[in-house]
């Protein structure tokens, strides 16, 4: 029993199967040249304005009087409209005359019906007669039979007549059996205007120009806190889109063309080539450009397209309409879209539907949708269901997957469970997890391993990891590989690299002559402006030396600055130097209170301060228990200062 709804869609696929292969049958079928001059010349309509039902009444008048023109071109004529009944009889009347567009065309009509072996017959007669189309056809015939000698015969046949079809059908042949051919004809049908011959064309010539990244971005953010060694997961959703690689050198030329070559084929309607040009600018900046060509791709149903424009309008912040074009692909399987939007939706707090769209692209085969889905979980607290998603994307190759599933296990104490993870996913690529693994050496006192990861994802980048070869290399006294590595870490963000390094660069600094009086103020050394950037990052011992800097050459407002910020922060050298700075200036009172704060922070030298300004205003028991604090902090020269200085005290007591 067939339901009504299925009949309409068994009719519909019906009329779609006739329609293609219509389609198709039409670039195989011979045009007839030359007809109108031939026949029927008497007739009243010109026949350049004639509509197609008075073309077709005048060649059936031709024909009926046995013109074989008209006969081959009324048959085309049918053919073309599927009318295989009322071509059949006049294909066969003008081929049994010598016709051979006729002929060919006849095959045509046969291969639809059918009878493969005797339309290849009858296009081998054509070809052998000069038809290229009949040529092309035969080929393809003998292809599809297996018969690659044939078929190369045949289609080289048609190929050299300048039969674009023929030509890329040919090209399809070599490049099947990598033969280095191919690309001429890949070229000249091509020049003739075959859209996916110059798609194809393109991307040879870019393979050939650099090699060319393809896939979903996986991007993270470290979460990390300054100053700890945290072995921490990527955090950020696995979604993107991929941008070719961008030649240099003689590969420029190529690269090049191989762009006008997909510009030519998507202004054809090439949607693929549409897509890849729109990549191609946009990696160039481009993106308005980009944007029309992705959105003609999409358009024509291109779901990577679709995808590709949602992340233009993502970041030009066109959010919605992002979405629209992100729920498209995403409905027609592209599990990258599918992820863009679960990033969407988790962003707004949307947790469960979030959830839904990271479970369709992994069901679309995106393995990021499994990781995706673990980082949800994760930052849900809902850690066993988070290691089951990491290690699902882990065990499908996915190298951030298994990093974060490392971290897991050594954040439940399995070590040992971790460090096979850590290792398959830094093989894999993944900095961080050989970052991760200089940590877990590390724990382990195995210095040596330690530093063999470290150099490895600071080789790839890693800022972190760049750092700690830096200080592994002052430790041992290689002073031109460490700046070499915390340049790297600095320029890539790190406080501490850009302290560590203007540290290196003081110690090189001369020491400063007496000041002369009138001479103008020395500009900042490269030493000072490394530590300003680690100081504006909030890197406290940077602060306390910019302050102290910027005092020595006096610019007491700009040392006051930094002091105050460090103290404020916590910082008991910030504290005890604006202490200092103030008492100088004359504000002995808000200095005694930041070196309180100091000294209780553990500070000798503001202890000791605290005790002479006691001393001096006479309040002998507050100044013995700051010499007893000094004399407890240290360092020695202050505990023995301290220390005579509580005898004299105790003395004064007791006199």
Not at 95 to 106: I, K, P, Q, V
Not at 628 to 638: F, K, S
Request: proline content about 2%; charged content about 25%; some cysteine.
């Amino acid at each position: 029993m067939v339901f009504m709804g299925d009949r309409a869609t068994l009719l519909e696929t019906g009329r779609f199967v006739q329609r293609h292969a219509r389609n198709a049958a039409d670039e195989i079928i011979e045009a007839v040249g030359a007809v109108d001059a031939a026949v029927d010349t008497t007739a009243e309509t010109d026949a350049e304005n004639e509509t197609e039902t008075e073309t077709e009444a005048r060649h059936r008048r031709a024909a009926e009087r046995g013109d074989v023109a008209s006969m081959s071109a009324l048959g085309a004529l049918l053919l073309r409209r599927g009318d295989l009944d009322g071509a059949e009889p006049y294909l066969r009347g003008a081929t049994a005359e010598g016709d051979r567009a006729a002929a060919n065309n006849l095959g045509v009509l046969l291969h639809q019906r059918g009878y493969a072996d005797e339309a290849a017959g009858w296009w081998r007669v054509a070809a052998v007669a000069g038809s290229a189309p009949a040529a092309h056809a035969l080929g393809r015939h003998h292809r599809e039979r297996g018969d690659e000698p044939a078929a190369e015969y045949w289609l080289r046949q048609a190929a050299e007549q300048g039969h674009a079809l023929g030509a890329y059908a040919l090209a399809d042949l070599l490049e099947h059996r990598s033969d280095v051919g191919a690309e001429r004809w890949l070229r000249a049908a091509a020049e003739q205007g075959h859209r996916e011959a110059a798609y194809r064309l393109a991307l040879a010539l870019e393979r050939r120009a650099t090699e060319t990244t393809r896939g979903p971005h996986e991007t993270g953010t470290r979460l990390r806190v300054p100053g700890t060694r945290a072995i921490v997961p990527s955090g950020a959703p696995a979604t993107g889109t991929a941008v070719p690689g961008q030649p240099t050198g003689e590969g420029a030329g190529e690269a090049a063309e191989a762009e006008q070559w997909f510009r030519q084929a998507a202004a054809r309607g090439h949607r693929r080539a549409a897509l890849h040009l729109g990549a191609i600018l946009e990696h160039r900046g481009e993106l308005k450009e980009a944007g029309r060509w992705y959105l003609s791709s999409a358009k024509e149903g291109e779901a990577k397209a679709a995808c590709a424009l949602g992340f233009l309008l993502r970041d030009a912040g066109d959010e919605e309409s992002a979405a629209v074009w992100w729920l498209r692909a995403a409905q027609d399987g592209d599990g990258n879209a599918a992820n863009a939007l679960g990033a969407l939706h988790a962003a707004r707090g949307e947790q469960q539907t979030a959830e839904r769209w990271y479970r369709a692209a992994m069901d679309a085969g995106d393995v990021n949708g499994a990781y995706n889905l673990g980082l949800l979980c994760a930052a849900q607290d809902r850690i066993p269901q988070a290691e089951q998603w990491y290690r699902r994307a882990a065990y499908a190759g996915h190298r951030e997957a298994a990093n974060a599933l490392a971290v897991l296990l050594l954040q439940a104490g399995d070590a040992n469970g971790a460090e096979p993870w850590f290792s398959k996913a830094a093989e894999a690529g993944s900095v961080d997890a050989a970052f991760n693994l200089g940590i877990l050496h590390a724990g382990r006192d195995d210095d040596r391993t330690a530093l063999v990861w470290y150099e490895r994802a600071a080789a790839a980048g890693h800022t972190e990891a760049a750092l700690q070869v830096g200080i592994a290399a002052l430790r041992d006294g290689d002073e031109q590989t460490a700046e070499r590595h915390l340049r790297c870490a600095a320029g890539g963000g790190s406080a501490e690299a850009a302290f560590r390094l203007a540290s290196v660069l003081d110690a090189r600094r001369p020491e400063p002559g007496p000041a002369v009086l009138g001479a103008p103020r020395e500009e900042k050394s490269e030493c000072e402006e490394w530590y300003e950037r680690a100081a504006q990052q909030g890197h406290r011992r940077a602060q306390v030396r910019v302050g102290m800097l910027a005092a020595g050459r006096g610019d007491l407002a700009e040392a006051d600055r930094w002091y105050r910020e460090a103290a404020e922060a916590g910082s008991r050298n910030g504290a005890f130097n604006l202490g200092l700075l103030l008492a100088r200036e004359g504000s002995e009172r808000e200095a005694a209170l930041w070196w309180t704060r100091a000294a209780r922070a553990g500070h000798g030298r503001a202890a000791l301060r605290l005790a002479l300004l006691a001393a001096r205003r006479g309040e002998l028991t507050e100044g013995r228990h700051w010499c007893d604090r000094a004399v407890e902090l240290g360092p020695a020269e202050v505990a023995e200062r301290a220390a005579r200085l509580s005898e004299a005290l105790h003395q004064e007591l007791t006199a």
